[in-house]
């Protein structure tokens, strides 16, 4: 008797077993199921979340200082890659230079030059004089013209093996012989403490007006004929002077100055042994 119940016992779990599966497989029992595993669900999300938050944390130092390093590395890439751009720009200025003083021996061919790099500057505020890089072993000799593809620069004014010192035309202590394009009159710049360049002994029947183009005149023998100096800014004229003034726009910026042309096959003259002194 007691089996007859037990088997009644097992067949009914099985018919429950096997009405429970149909009604699941029919979806009968979906949102029982649904309701049923939301603990579950909610359990398991927030052991996830905990744990991916317990990960991060653990790993969060190493994390910050491999992107520190790769920071580091950024910038310095950064560094460098701006550094090769100062470089190539440098390079491109350089090579725009060279081309343009080449430019200019060609368009002059009575001349031979020596070009040479701009390495120092007087450091006093009164004298204007640059330091360049050739010297008397490349067949630099004092009094030799200094110019660039623009105009005139100066001339050689002290001499090592392996530099020079040119005078610049801003030099106080500097004196050229120039003449107005225009007109052909014959005059004189001087430079000052203050690098302006003054036009003297300027006729005063000349008609000198602002915009007149000064080129050097060759007289004296210190300087080729023609080389352009600049243009006149300022007149200044008085009626009980002999002579009447101007200040003159160089065509050269000289605080720029990297490069120059020596003109090496001209030679200067001496002439004042020639020229009466004053007391005569």
């Known amino acids: 008797m007691k089996n007859f119940f037990n088997s009644i016992k097992s067949f009914t779990v099985i018919l429950i077993a096997v009405g429970l599966i149909l009604l699941a497989l029919g979806g009968y029992l979906s949102p029982i199921l649904v309701t049923l595993s939301r603990p579950f669900l909610g359990a398991q999300e927030w052991i996830s979340s905990r744990y991916i938050a317990v990960s991060q944390l653990l790993n969060a130092p190493q994390d910050v200082e491999e992107i520190r390093v790769r920071n580091i590395e950024l910038e310095n890439e950064i560094a460098r890659l701006q550094s090769q751009v100062i470089v190539l720009r440098e390079q491109l200025d ?29 450091p006093s505020p009164f004298l204007h004089y640059i330091i360049i890089d050739h010297g008397s072993d490349e067949g630099i000799r004092r009094g030799m013209p200094v110019v660039t593809e623009s105009g005139l620069v100066g001339r050689i004014d002290a001499v090592t093996a392996g530099a020079a010192r040119v005078q610049l035309i801003t030099d106080p202590g500097s004196i050229v012989n120039v003449k107005l394009q225009s007109q052909r009159t014959n005059a004189q710049i001087n430079g000052s403490i203050t690098g302006e360049i003054n036009l003297e002994m300027v006729p005063q029947d000349t008609n000198l007006e602002s915009g007149e183009v000064i080129l050097t005149s060759g007289l004296g023998g210190n300087y080729p004929a023609d080389i352009l100096i600049g243009q006149v800014i300022t007149v200044r004229q008085f009626e009980n002077e002999l002579f009447q003034t101007a200040t003159i726009q160089p065509i050269i910026d000289y605080s720029q100055l990297q490069a120059v042309l020596v003109i090496i096959n001209f030679r200067p003259i001496d002439i004042s042994p020639l020229l009466p002194s004053s007391g005569q």
Do not use: M
């Not at 031979?112 to 701009?118: E, I, L, N, R």
């Open 94 to 122: 350089e090579s725009q230079g060279l081309e343009e003083l080449l430019g200019y021996a060609r368009r002059r061919p009575e001349f031979q030059y020596t070009a040479a790099a701009v390495i120092g500057k007087d």
